[in-house]
């Protein structure tokens, strides 16, 4: 019997059809030990020694395997042909070995980069041992992100109340985001003007033209800066007499791009379909384990985490068949298209992303969910399109010149002569910009007369930098050679999680708290956050996957340096870190004002000024004579809200029923709306109300101020008893209520809506139902189960997504997404649920109850005691209780002093 451990349980069904009898095929549901989440699991000290474990779960998996290795003629590790696959082969051989599972077996490694019948058995014909350079990679990326994480963040925890964790990678995304977000509001817009004309020239069709040369001049961007300067442009060209000056018509050609890696499957995915990074690596990940298709489970792409764009030979002979047949020989290249990967790493000797069989082209595909169709129809066609025929274009351009010579227009053109790789497959583009340039251009000959009309002078102004989205974040993180493509899905998730940033269109805004951590860094471990700095720790582990570093020299040069800076800055007080953020922040929290005056002086009061403040809910602005003057806002002053002034407080107009202003704030806990200013040595506070978090601080005005703050609202008597039922907006939301019932409303707007018949409807639906409760929605549903017929659906649960099927809910093992379980998985699951043993409660109450019986019996047969034993018996209750009640205050102090 042959033993062959793959990741997953969906690949090890179908490789297992492949094989055949005589072959056990096993799941190691991904990694089978970790490294704790505590301090001191990797270990500098002992020459970085790592502690692995394994949760609950993962024993059992590993439990299994052990017993099936146990015998076997030969272990076959399987797992995926990356970094990550050969760590997983590691840690299982590792596992084994501890087991002492592994006396007389023979032991392979073999990777396959497509899961075909035909690739997994090349694979198992050519068999290798675990790559030990691939390996050493692994722990020394794993031990360095672990000392940076875990050695960073504790410090932030202490120094920043309200951050939450710090990352090789992560910390250096996030200033990427934050350097962009200071650049575009740092930006100074610079005014400029074109001036554009329609042209025509006898007989021909008019076109477009801009000017070009103005007074013997060419015109650059700048060139007419200002209103007056192209006032008199439009003129010259309004009074000027034109003849064309030059045609030039130039062959040109657009090459197709290479077939996908991870990043630009990433890239084009986010450009394209609207995907993050996680979204498509998941919906990657299910084309590569395959749909069933004709009875056998076929993978459909190769595997998905790959730097390289090579194509296998016999892939590229299917693609150009494909090509042929699809759209004519005039689109086959005499000779097939070969591409070269910039990168030098590990991975790059893998293939590209493409279909595992060319054939099956979108629209003959059955069994894909949505997400997996538009993937697999990407993917498809750039794998095509990277072996088409280049597409040939014209491009023309027509210059038109006064007889002075002083003035000049330029039209230019291009038409597609043959679309070539066109016909199938255009790639997006991020943030592009109109470029001059239209489509055909008439055919004139130098000498002819032009005629100009409907010249027009155009205002523009220069734009800053667009905020990144995930597919350019993505783009510059692989300029910049920082991180792996493989985890940028999980990097991104992890700035998101953290509240770090917030996203807006697709598009990547940094909070204050994600601004304020950067800061930190940047002030005192600059160095690494450095792109450079980064970039080069990803090439010094590439050179240990390819056996030219040692890792643990490379640690120890690391981490030598890397501890002395975080000993010196353990030393530094909170507020010397706060005054050195109030220096390097000041510009974006302090901005200066239009009347000269100290942008740090407190509003509220005469001497006090504000500065950078933290509690337990992160950063904020307060006033230096706190508690006397209890002045707060929200961090930023720009970049939470594109005008200065919105971050401010702000008078929006006077109460008609008082007379008192009403005020817009903002606090350390956001926007809210203040009638009246307390009054001096009076303890009660003015009445006030927050700003709901669904409308927008731009649109806040004394109209709706005046609503909020005539909150809680009377919506009537209620029929029954005659009570007021009153609407209003509470902590857990708006609501409407009646005595001591609340019932929630879906808005804030249905607050000043509801009415009363309403309203007692949903009040005597919450009496009926208190808790609310309703049948839960499914994440997910897997279809029918095999044998019942039952729906399988994967439920979200207090506890974490789960599994369902009638009465039985399984938890999901760690590590697996809700998203990528599959109906297989979800059986095995529910099956492994139901073979388990009740828990023993009904168990535990008739052994209770029969104890309860024999004392009861006891207490009967000794119920004619002696006086003495009785006393006995009293005097020996009163001394354990004493020792109880000592014990209990040596225990309460105990936990006291800790």
């Given amino acids: 019997m042959q033993v062959v451990i793959v990741e997953s349980p969906s690949k090890a069904k179908t490789i297992n059809k492949y094989l055949g009898s005589g072959f056990t095929v096993l799941a190691s549901y991904?990694?089978?030990?970790?490294?704790?989440?505590?301090?001191?699991?990797?270990?500098?000290?002992?020459?970085?020694?790592?502690?692995?474990?394994?949760?609950?779960?993962?024993?059992?998996?590993?439990?299994?395997?052990?017993?099936?290795?146990?015998?076997?003629?030969?272990?076959?590790?399987?797992?995926?042909?990356?970094?990550?696959?050969?760590?997983?082969?590691?840690?299982?051989?590792?596992?084994?070995?501890?087991?002492?599972?592994?006396?007389?077996?023979?032991?392979?490694?073999?990777?396959?980069?497509?899961?075909?019948?035909?690739?997994?058995?090349?694979?198992?014909?050519?068999?290798?041992?675990?790559?030990?350079?691939?390996?050493?990679?692994?722990?020394?990326?794993?031990?360095?992100?672990?000392?940076?994480?875990?050695?960073?963040?504790?410090?932030?925890?202490?120094?920043?109340?309200?951050?939450?964790?710090?990352?090789?990678?992560?910390s250096v995304a996030l200033r990427i985001i934050c350097t962009r977000e200071l650049e575009i509001e740092t930006f100074v817009p610079q005014e400029y003007w074109s001036v554009k004309a329609q042209a025509k020239s006898g007989a021909s069709m008019p076109f477009e033209a801009r000017l070009v040369l103005h007074n013997g001049e060419k015109v650059q961007k700048f060139t007419l800066g200002d209103e007056s300067a192209a006032m008199a442009a439009k003129a010259a060209v309004e009074n000027g007499s034109f003849t064309v000056n030059a045609v030039e018509a130039k062959p040109g050609k657009r090459n197709p791009p290479p077939p996908f890696t991870t990043s630009t499957l990433q890239q084009e995915a986010a450009r394209k379909l609207g995907f993050n990074a996680q979204r498509t690596m998941r919906t990657a990940q299910g084309l590569y384990e395959g749909i069933d298709i004709g009875g056998e489970t076929t993978g459909l792409i190769t595997y998905m985490r790959t730097d390289g764009v090579d194509m296998a030979p016999e892939a590229i002979q299917d693609a150009r068949r494909s090509v042929g047949s699809q759209f004519g020989d005039n689109y086959v290249p005499s000779s097939p298209r070969m591409y070269k990967s910039k990168a030098k790493n590990a991975q790059e000797a893998h293939e590209c992303i493409r279909p595992t069989s060319f054939s099956r082209s979108p629209d003959k595909l059955r069994?894909?969910?949505?997400?997996?169709?538009?993937?697999y129809e990407l993917i498809w066609k750039r794998a095509i399109a990277s072996q088409m025929e280049s597409a040939r274009l014209e491009n023309t351009t027509i210059d038109l010149l006064t007889q002075d010579k002083k003035t000049g227009m330029r039209a230019t053109g291009s038409v597609i002569l043959f679309d070539g790789f066109l016909a199938l497959y255009e790639e997006g583009q991020d943030d592009q910009e109109n470029e001059d340039g239209?489509?055909?251009?008439?055919?004139?000959?130098?000498?002819?007369?032009?005629?100009?009309?409907?010249?027009?002078?155009?205002?523009?102004?220069?734009?800053?930098?667009?905020?990144?989205?995930?597919?350019?974040?993505?783009?510059?993180?692989?300029?910049?050679?920082?991180?792996?493509?493989?985890?940028?899905?999980?990097?991104?998730?992890?700035?998101?999680?953290?509240?770090?940033?917030?996203?807006?269109?697709?598009?990547?805004?940094?909070?204050?708290?994600?601004?304020?951590?950067?800061?930190?860094?940047?002030?005192?471990?600059?160095?690494?956050?450095?792109?450079?700095?980064?970039?080069?720790?990803?090439?010094?582990?590439?050179?240990?996957?390819?056996?030219?570093?040692?890792?643990?020299?490379?640690?120890?040069?690391?981490?030598?340096?890397?501890?002395?800076?975080?000993?010196?800055?353990?030393?530094?007080?909170?507020?010397?870190?706060?005054?050195?953020?109030?220096?390097?922040?000041?510009?974006?929290?302090?901005?200066?004002?239009?009347?000269?005056?100290?942008?740090?002086?407190?509003?509220?009061?005469?001497?006090?000024?504000?500065?950078?403040?933290?509690?337990?809910?992160?950063?904020?602005?307060?006033?230096?004579?706190?508690?006397?003057?209890?002045?707060?806002?929200?961090?930023?002053?720009?970049?939470?809200?594109?005008?200065?002034?919105?971050?401010?407080?702000?008078?929006?107009?006077?109460?008609?029923?008082?007379?008192?202003?009403?005020?817009?704030?903002?606090?350390?806990?956001?926007?809210?709306f203040q009638l009246g200013e307390p009054e001096k040595g009076s303890k009660e506070k003015p009445k006030r109300a927050s700003l709901p978090k669904t409308w927008n601080l731009e649109e806040a005005d004394l109209e709706k101020a005046l609503m909020m703050l005539s909150l809680p609202r009377e919506v009537g008597p209620h029929p029954e008893d005659g009570e007021m039922i009153e609407a209003g907006l509470g902590r857990y939301g708006p609501f409407v209520k009646h005595g001591k019932t609340y019932a929630n409303l879906q808005s804030i707007d249905e607050v000043f809506e509801v009415g009363l018949n309403l309203a007692v409807t949903l009040i005597a639906d919450k009496i009926a139902n208190p808790r609310g409760r309703k049948a839960a929605a499914a994440l997910k549903e897997l279809g029918p189960h095999p044998v019942t017929g039952e729906p399988v659906n994967v439920m979200n649960g207090r506890y974490g997504p789960y599994v369902k099927h009638q009465k039985t809910n399984a938890t999901l093992p760690n590590g697996v997404e809700p998203e990528a379980i599959t109906l297989e998985?979800?059986?095995?699951?529910?099956?492994?649920?139901?073979?388990?043993?009740?828990?023993?409660?009904?168990?535990?109450?008739?052994?209770?109850?029969?104890?309860?019986?024999?004392?009861?019996?006891?207490?009967?047969?000794?119920?004619?005691?002696?006086t003495k034993k009785a006393a006995t018996k009293k005097t020996t209750k009163k001394t354990t209780a004493k020792k109880a009640t000592k014990k209990a205050t040596k225990k309460t102090a105990t936990k006291s002093a800790d």
């Avoid at 069994?367 to 993937?375: A, I, M, T």
């Avoid at 996203?503 to 450079?532: C, H, Q, W």
């Fill in 438 to 672: 239209g489509g055909v251009l008439p055919k004139l000959t130098v000498g002819q007369s032009a005629d100009i009309n409907d010249v027009n002078a155009d205002q523009h102004f220069t734009q800053p930098p667009p905020r990144y989205s995930e597919a350019s974040l993505v783009k510059r993180l692989e300029e910049l050679g920082i991180g792996r493509p493989s985890t940028y899905a999980s990097t991104l998730t992890t700035l998101r999680d953290r509240g770090y940033v917030t996203m807006d269109r697709n598009r990547f805004i940094p909070d204050s708290k994600g601004r304020i951590v950067t800061a930190f860094l940047e002030n005192y471990f600059r160095k690494y956050v450095e792109y450079d700095f980064t970039a080069d720790l990803e090439q010094k582990l590439d050179s240990i996957s390819a056996g030219d570093a040692d890792w643990k020299a490379f640690l120890r040069n690391f981490w030598s340096e890397f501890h002395a800076t975080v000993e010196g800055i353990g030393e530094l007080r909170i507020t010397e870190v706060l005054d050195a953020l109030n220096e390097s922040l000041g510009p974006l929290i302090f901005p200066k004002k239009d009347d000269g005056s100290d942008p740090r002086k407190c509003p509220n009061c005469e001497d006090g000024r504000i500065s950078l403040k933290t509690g337990r809910f992160g950063a904020f602005i307060g006033c230096s004579n706190y508690p006397d003057c209890n002045y707060t806002r929200q961090l930023s002053a720009l970049g939470e809200g594109d005008d200065p002034s919105q971050n401010s407080d702000r008078v929006l107009g006077q109460d008609p029923e008082t007379g008192l202003d009403v005020w817009l704030k903002v606090g350390r806990f956001g926007p809210y």
């Fill in 367 to 375: 069994g894909l969910d949505s997400d997996q169709h538009k993937l």
């Fill in 30 to 170: 991904g990694h089978i030990r970790d490294l704790p989440s505590k301090d001191g699991s990797v270990k500098p000290d002992d020459d970085f020694s790592m502690i692995w474990e394994s949760d609950t779960s993962s024993k059992k998996r590993m439990n299994e395997i052990a017993a099936a290795v146990k015998g076997a003629e030969r272990l076959v590790l399987a797992t995926d042909p990356d970094r990550e696959g050969e760590a997983i082969s590691w840690h299982l051989l590792e596992a084994l070995s501890d087991k002492k599972a592994l006396k007389g077996v023979r032991i392979d490694r073999v990777a396959f980069n497509a899961i075909t019948k035909s690739a997994v058995h090349e694979a198992m014909a050519h068999p290798r041992e675990i790559d030990g350079n691939l390996v050493d990679a692994y722990l020394a990326r794993r031990a360095l992100d672990y000392l940076v994480g875990f050695t960073l963040s504790p410090i932030l925890w202490r120094k920043l109340p309200g951050s939450r964790s710090a990352g090789r990678v992560q």
């Fill in 825 to 866: 998985h979800a059986v095995e699951l529910i099956t492994a649920k139901e073979k388990k043993p009740a828990k023993k409660k009904a168990t535990k109450k008739k052994a209770t109850k029969k104890k309860a019986t024999k004392k009861a019996a006891t207490k009967k047969a000794t119920k004619k005691a002696t």
